[in-house]
T-cell receptor, first 118, second 111 residues
């Protein structure tokens, strides 16, 4: 598999500020990472696909100017929530895509970041 | 099928019993399936996977069954323990499309 870390594990910020979340692939060079958000007692909602060295691909309804994604290296992707508001409070999770053999695209997840916007 | 904002179904089992968690997948072109376990406040953890050329695969205390005819996937946990309490997600992928996660099932293990 792949070992994935996230930092910070939790953050509380004031409304209107920006928050950066880091996702690191510790033992695998990841050309593709994914960012999800998850509300309490709900499933994972894909926000965007982060591609190393190119622009992220955002899902429908996700504002690319609000959720800035940078994947500058094979081991690091960052998600910046700009001008955060209380409705952005959620659990943000990243994953690394690993293809060990053709047709087996497996995602390994980070531990998640709990964002609370006051 | 596609993950949507639904409240999670729940399965409650007695410690020591076997658990069966079911998942109906949506795309007949899917050829690779994964089960994840998510404990409270943590990210999903890979449990077991299966390719479409198999109908059963066993791991440690877990077995995944695949029925392509009815597009059904199940996860069986033997001798369920309190540490198995979590939300379990199935995922389907293949055919060049993005991974699709199921809605999840919450497993409660009663001591």
């Amino acid at each position: 598999g792949a070992v994935v870390s996230q930092h910070p594990s939790w953050v509380i910020c004031k409304s209107g500020t920006s928050v950066k979340i880091e996702c690191r692939s510790l033992d695998f060079q990841a050309t593709t990472m994914f960012w999800y958000r998850q509300f309490p007692k709900q499933s994972l909602m894909l926000m965007a696909t982060s591609n190393e060295g190119s622009k992220a691909t955002y899902e429908q309804g996700v504002e690319k100017d609000k959720f800035l994604i940078n994947h500058a290296s094979l081991t690091l992707s960052t998600l910046t929530v700009t001008s955060a508001h209380p409705e952005d409070s959620s659990f943000y999770i990243c994953s690394v895509s690993v293809v060990r053999e053709r047709g087996t695209d497996t995602q390994y997840f980070g531990p998640g970041t709990r964002l609370t916007v006051l | 099928g596609e993950s949507v904002g639904l409240h999670l179904p729940t399965l409650s089992v007695q410690e020591g019993d076997n658990s069966i968690i079911n998942c109906a997948y949506s795309n007949s072109a899917s050829d690779y399936f994964i089960w994840y376990k998510q404990e409270s406040g943590k990210g999903p953890q890979f449990i077991i996977d299966i390719r479409s050329n198999m109908d059963k695969r066993q791991g440690q205390r877990v077995t995944v069954l695949l029925n392509k005819t009815v597009k059904h996937l199940s996860l069986q946990i033997a001798a369920t323990q309190p540490g198995d309490s979590a939300v379990y997600f199935c995922a389907e992928t293949g055919g060049g499309f993005k991974t699709i996660f199921g809605a999840g099932t919450r497993l409660f293990v009663k001591a």
